[in-house]
């Protein structure tokens, strides 16, 4: 067969079109699905009964767990613990069950444990064996997770329980990724930024106005941590009284306070980054013990085998960026993926075209985990 100049150019470009279908056809396709997912995400639907939200029980080393568990029909490709944030909802937070949601339609067995802590807006250390737990409990559900595959998938301050239950010994093996929105690594610097509003940058200094809400949250999350009742019934107070109204007076309260009152809310007011570590050290021990065990910082993060997938917004108001930089590096060798981007607000996503195109990346690097093809 004669084959002539243009059926030479167009039987060139069909078997370089096939060997690229054979070669990438499936990260193609990844990205067309990773698509399909960002739109899901992002669309805000009210509509979302195909995918089933059942609140469980379960029972795991004699202990007994509470979770909601989110399928949708069709294939299962891998199972998926998802820790929402610090919010009064929690697992009812209407973001988290339409991330959820989106997840399950994506191919994922979807286990929010019920963390009640979250609710109080308290992140604790003892939160990693209850995650442990519930890994080991949704890896063992063959007709949920068929493949085996499992991660973690974590918002905000989660992060830490999430990360240090994937150096957990009895799942570490098992962790396939580890999936990070608005995530730490030294909570020094964190509660430094939260108070003052300042952060380090290549060797820049840095400021953002502090979060009023993110400020409180900490307030009300370490509440229970203080060992006179009447400053926490005092704080709980404040903290109302300020959520109404931030100008609102307040020396009433603060007279009452005892000495480790008085310490917290110092440490909260203070908006001189060179005080923080001083102020820190005057905390009530249980407050300062709570931060040392959730600091990842102070983990040996060599020991981590799943890789990282990081995404964090550079104008986070809870957690500056930097944090998921130096969690990336500090747990580098292990695959990991990091993604700044604009418009991302902490956990609400508002972004411009070219950080689309990013957190497009980071999904289809989870939509490749769950497939178990993660590439290097």
């Known amino acids: 067969m004669i084959v002539r100049p243009a059926h030479f150019i167009l039987l060139s470009f069909l078997l370089v079109l096939g060997l690229f279908v054979t070669l990438w056809g499936r990260s193609v396709l990844r990205y067309v699905e990773a698509g399909i997912l960002l739109v899901d995400i992002v669309a805000d639907r009210e509509e979302r009964h195909e995918v089933q939200r059942q609140h469980i029980d379960y029972r795991h ?77 949704l890896s063992a559900q063959t007709d949920l997770v068929p493949s085996g595959r499992m991660g973690l998938a974590a918002f905000s301050y989660a992060s830490g329980p999430a990360i240090l239950a994937a150096l957990h010994e009895r799942i570490r093996e098992q962790v396939g990724f580890v999936f990070v929105v608005g995530g730490y690594y030294d909570l020094l610097r964190v509660v430094t930024f939260l108070t003052t509003g300042y952060f380090t ?48 007076a307040t020396q009433d309260i603060v007279s009452k306070l005892s000495a480790g009152g008085r310490a917290l809310l110092s440490f909260i007011s203070n908006r ?15 407050i300062r013990e709570e931060l040392s065990a959730l600091n990842l910082a102070g983990q040996d993060l060599s020991k981590l085998r799943a890789p990282l997938i990081l995404v964090h917004g550079y104008e986070d108001p809870m957690i500056p960026f930097p944090e998921s930089i130096a969690l990336a590096q500090a747990a580098s060798g292990n695959r990991n993926r990091l993604y700044l981007v604009h418009g991302l607000m902490h956990v609400d996503i508002v972004p411009g075209l070219a950080d689309r195109w990013r957190l497009l990346q980071a999904l289809h690097d989870l939509l490749a985990a769950r497939d178990g093809v993660l590439p290097n």
Do not use: C
């Open 61 to 137: 080393k004699g202990r007994n767990r509470k979770a909601d568990l989110y399928r949708a029909p069709g294939e299962i490709k891998a199972g998926l613990i998802l820790l929402p944030g610090v919010a009064e909802l929690g697992g009812d937070d209407p973001r988290l069950i339409r991330f959820a949601s989106s997840l399950s339609r994506a191919g994922f067995a979807v286990l929010v444990p019920e963390l009640p802590g979250l609710r109080r807006l308290r992140v604790s250390s003892s939160d990693t064996e209850e995650v442990a737990d519930a890994f080991a409990w």
């Open 201 to 248: 940058y290549q060797g820049r200094q840095y400021y953002l106005p502090p979060d009023n809400y993110g400020k409180w949250a900490f307030v009300v999350g370490n509440i229970d941590r203080l060992e006179n009742r009447e400053d926490q019934r005092l704080l709980r107070l404040m903290a109302r009284r300020l959520g109404r109204n931030p100008d609102a």
């Open 272 to 286: 001189d980054p060179a005080r923080v570590a001083d102020l820190l050290s005057d905390l009530p021990h249980d």
